[in-house]
């Protein structure tokens, strides 16, 4: 079933719009009428309109004026203005039309073909530009039900991870411990050398855990899963790192705020790590004007500037998702070059837990 399109016609001379509603009547569109300027204001501020036809010539509210006005308000930017004028037809006439934001011209008498022509385009030109913005809400959607489900993944995994295949390594551990106290020199050392690799399992285990979902992230909050993430990083690729944390008593966030803030910044530092060469990274978060901000930098090689203005070719999974992520917050996503190395910004509102 189509979504009916609103066409509002407008003029002065009730008569006339009788005569378009009845030309218009086979598109199965709402028609909606207004016999002044005024009126037609009104029902616009109400109603979703996708098409004005509008007579040039009415008292105390011009069409070219009328028009005018529309296009001022941003609802209406690109509403289709279609003017009808039995007198107002010269280049200049229409000039003014245009340039007072109408799209198209129809003349009197009009002819009821020409006229359910144009307006047919008009509004299904509107209904493909809405039924496009509904698949975009749609995508958005499913996209950040996709990223709470890998979210809500990883933290399973995580739990998996250190209390199954963890605990089972510790007892494994422990009875190779307990053989190794009673047995020969020879076998001693074939349990000590599996007592080694065990340690070297569990602590797989734990890094793999704690990097899919680190704890602190749900018992402690937001900036002490950063420190243990920043000291990690740290050891494993001798980045020196530092967080500066504004206001010090930095409050907990809503918990999803706090999975994606960690995440985005979990993506950002791993492109530094694989990608920049640098040798030092900051983090920076601060709360202020109702926002949290997040901000990544490092002295690196820096990048094309295709990944600075979020080329589609140019973005991997990391960066697209990243944006998705904050996009869903209603943040914004900023990258450029520092010479040397790269920024990145993120603008987030303030949310506190509920």
Same mark, same amino acid.
């Given at each position: 079933?189509?979504?009916?399109? !609103?066409?509002?016609?407008?003029?002065? &001379?009730?008569?006339?719009?009788?005569?378009?509603?009845?030309?218009? /009547?086979?598109?199965?569109?709402?028609?909606?009428?207004?016999?002044?300027?005024?009126?037609?204001?009104?029902?616009?501020?109400?109603?979703?309109?996708?098409?004005?036809?509008?007579?040039?010539?009415?008292?105390?509210?011009?069409?070219?004026?009328?028009?005018?006005?529309?296009?001022?308000?941003?609802?209406? &930017?690109?509403?289709?203005?279609?003017?009808? /004028?039995?007198?107002?037809?010269?280049?200049?006439?229409?000039?003014?039309?245009?340039?007072?934001?109408?799209?198209?011209?129809?003349?009197?008498?009009?002819?009821?073909?020409?006229?359910?022509?144009?307006?047919?385009?008009?509004?299904?030109?509107?209904?493909?530009?809405? &039924?496009?913005?509904?698949? !975009?809400?749609? =995508?958005?959607?499913?996209?950040?039900?996709?990223?709470?489900?890998? $979210?809500?993944?990883?933290?399973?995994?995580?739990?998996?991870?250190? $209390?199954? =295949?963890?605990?089972?390594?510790?007892?494994?551990?422990?009875? =190779?411990?307990?053989?190794?106290?009673?047995?020969?020199?020879?076998?001693?050392?074939?349990?000590?050398?599996?007592?080694?690799?065990?340690?070297?399992?569990?602590?797989?285990?734990?890094?793999? /855990?704690?990097?899919?979902?680190?704890?602190?992230?749900?018992?402690?909050?937001?900036?002490?899963?950063?420190?243990?993430?920043?000291?990690? =990083?740290?050891?494993?690729?001798?980045?020196?790192?530092?967080? $500066?944390?504004?206001?010090?008593?930095?409050?907990?966030?809503?918990?999803?705020?706090?999975?994606?803030?960690?995440?985005?910044?979990?993506?950002?530092?791993?492109?530094?790590?694989?990608?920049?060469?640098?040798?030092?990274?900051?983090?920076?978060?601060?709360?202020?004007?109702?926002?949290?901000?997040?901000?990544?930098?490092? $002295?690196?090689?820096?990048?094309? /500037?295709?990944?600075?203005?979020?080329?589609?070719?140019?973005?991997?999974?990391?960066?697209?998702?990243?944006?998705?992520?904050?996009?869903?917050?209603?943040?914004?996503?900023?990258?450029?070059?520092? !010479?040397?190395?790269?920024?990145?910004?993120?603008?987030?509102?303030?949310?506190?837990?509920?």
């Amino acid at each position: 079933m189509k979504k009916k399109i !609103n066409i509002l016609m407008v003029d002065d &001379q009730p008569a006339k719009l009788v005569t378009y509603e009845v030309m218009l /009547s086979d598109l199965d569109e709402n028609l909606i009428k207004a016999t002044s300027g005024k009126e037609a204001l009104e029902l616009l501020l109400k109603n979703d309109i996708a098409v004005v036809l509008l007579d040039v010539s009415m008292p105390e509210l011009g069409g070219f004026e009328l028009a005018g006005m529309i296009r001022q308000h941003p609802r209406f &930017q690109r509403t289709a203005i279609i003017f009808i /004028s039995a007198v107002h037809m010269t280049d200049r006439d229409r000039l003014a039309g245009y340039e007072s934001g109408g799209v198209d011209y129809i003349s009197v008498p009009v002819i009821p073909e020409l006229l359910r022509a144009k307006v047919r385009l008009f509004a299904e030109l509107h209904r493909q530009t809405w &039924q496009l913005g509904e698949l !975009n809400r749609e =995508l958005r959607l499913l996209s950040s039900r996709l990223l709470a489900a890998q $979210d809500a993944e990883r933290r399973h995994i995580a739990r998996e991870l250190h $209390d199954g =295949l963890g605990q089972e390594l510790v007892s494994a551990k422990m009875i =190779l411990e307990g053989t190794l106290a009673r047995d020969t020199t020879q076998f001693r050392e074939s349990v000590s050398e599996a007592i080694t690799t065990v340690d070297r399992a569990l602590q797989q285990v734990r890094s793999m /855990s704690h990097l899919l979902h680190p704890p602190l992230l749900d018992e402690v909050g937001l900036i002490s899963a950063l420190r243990w993430y920043l000291e990690g =990083l740290t050891k494993r690729s001798s980045i020196a790192s530092s967080l $500066d944390v504004q206001p010090r008593d930095f409050p907990r966030l809503a918990s999803d705020l706090e999975t994606a803030a960690f995440r985005v910044i979990q993506e950002c530092l791993t492109n530094v790590f694989r990608h920049s060469k640098a040798r030092r990274v900051w983090v920076a978060l601060a709360q202020r004007d109702g926002q949290l901000a997040i901000t990544v930098r490092d $002295d690196g090689k820096g990048v094309k /500037s295709e990944v600075t203005e979020f080329s589609p070719d140019s973005l991997g999974v990391g960066i697209g998702g990243m944006r998705q992520r904050i996009k869903e917050f209603g943040g914004e996503v900023r990258v450029k070059n520092a !010479n040397p190395g790269t920024v990145v910004e993120v603008v987030v509102p303030f949310r506190s837990p509920s």
